[in-house]
């Protein structure tokens, strides 16, 4: 299997604070690989450096066997943690928009994922709940078909019911040549649908390994050993 | 068919559980032909490459044959399933066994009782 993903001595700083430090790891073709940590552990800014967003940084990174650029920012669908749609907009808007930046948007995808989740094509997502705004964004970047999918916090702010429905968006949409990169602090929730774990603490991966593994291994769940690792 | 996972225990392994429980049953009828990994990972909820995981695993234990254009399908050979069928049912009887054990119950005790039981739901 290719590596979508190859990341060697990654560090990066904010003047003197150094944020990540001397971070390696890879992603294959295929897999769903979760990004867990606490606030301020460095997840944002690692998945920021990915996307292109934070450009100084020492270490090689490598998306798609390329150095972070034109070619990588192509191939990466990306959801920030924090909503980017202006307020008068409509999902509308935001589907016309997307259709224009991106050759990889399917159109008739982001329809049919906003009528299974009952959202407007027409409302103003102004006046939408944060959960409806969430669904909304996360629906726009998994209309893509990109290589890698990096989600920041994609659940925050969902109900428990919709958090089913889009774990299996997530799973319906991405085809075994993609893969997935999502950060979250919902660990419980989502356990089911990982190939890898990736633990962050202070800037360094402590934590590296299949789940199945894990619960293998030491007979616990993802979430079990997350508290255990952060107490 | 979306189940509950125990998140401490390895989800192929329970996945393989469940199939061998719809293969013991009944539910999965010897050469029938399997849905595609990626259908059945959804059908679970899971990831395709756990589901493969599972797969590769009900192979092994020639439950599961795959061709290889036309895709899985559950095994021709009725011994097979047979005691696939004995292996479930002693595991869980050895539960219930020793359970029965530790609340003090006799063998013969634990006999009349289950008699008794089909008994009374005929």
């Keep these: 299997m290719a590596n979508i993903v190859e990341i060697k001595n990654l560090s990066k700083s904010y003047g003197k604070k150094s944020v990540l430090k ?13 990004l ?17 967003l934070l450009k100084e940084y020492s270490g090689d990174l490598k998306i798609d066997n390329e150095n972070i650029g034109i070619h990588t920012k192509s191939v990466i669908s990306y959801l920030p943690e924090k909503t980017y749609f202006d307020k008068n907009m409509t999902a509308k808007n935001a589907i016309s928009i997307f259709k224009d930046f991106y050759a990889d948007f399917n159109e008739e995808k982001a329809r049919n994922m906003l ?116 107490k | 068919m979306k189940k509950d996972f125990d998140n401490n225990l390895p989800i192929y392994i329970q996945i393989i559980d469940e199939i061998k429980i719809m293969i013991a049953s009944g ?53 097979v399933i047979v005691e696939l069928r004995n292996i479930l049912a002693e595991k869980e009887l050895e539960k219930f066994m020793e359970y029965m054990k530790k609340i003090g119950c006799t063998e013969d005790e634990v006999i009349e009782k289950i008699k008794n039981m089909s008994r009374s739901e005929k």
Excluded: C
């Excluded at chain 1, 009952?118 to 209309?143: A, H, P, Y």
């Excluded at chain 1, 893969?179 to 089911?192: A, C, G, P, Q, Y």
């Excluded at chain 2, 589901?51 to 021709?76: C, D, H, K, Y």
């Design chain 1, 22 to 34: 001397d971070i390696s790891f890879t992603i294959a073709e295929g897999q769903i690989v979760g």
């Design chain 1, 36 to 52: 867990f940590g606490p606030n301020g552990s460095g997840k944002t800014t690692l998945l920021k450096t990915m996307a292109g």
């Design chain 1, 115 to 230: 009528i299974d989740l009952s959202l407007s094509e027409t409302q103003k997502i102004g006046t939408m709940s944060k959960g409806m705004q969430e669904k909304l964004q996360l629906i726009m970047v998994m209309s893509r078909d990109a290589k890698l999918y990096m989600l920041d916090e994609p659940l925050g702010g969902v109900d428990p019911a919709s958090r089913d429905y889009i774990l299996d968006t997530i799973i319906k949409n991405y085809n075994e040549k993609s893969s997935i990169l999502l950060s979250t602090h919902l660990i419980h929730d989502v356990e089911r649908i990982f190939d890898k774990a990736l633990f962050i603490k202070n800037g360094t991966i402590v934590l590296n390994e299949y789940v199945d593994i894990i619960r293998e291994d030491k007979g616990m769940s993802i979430d079990e050993l997350f508290r255990e690792v952060y």
């Design chain 2, 27 to 79: 539910n999965l009828k010897a050469g029938d032909k399997l849905p595609s990994v990626r259908d059945m990972a959804q059908e679970f909820g899971v990831n395709p490459n756990t589901m493969q995981r599972a797969f590769s695993e009900l192979e092994r234990e020639n439950l599961v044959f795959a061709e290889r254009t036309s895709g899985r399908f559950i095994t021709n050979d009725g011994g």
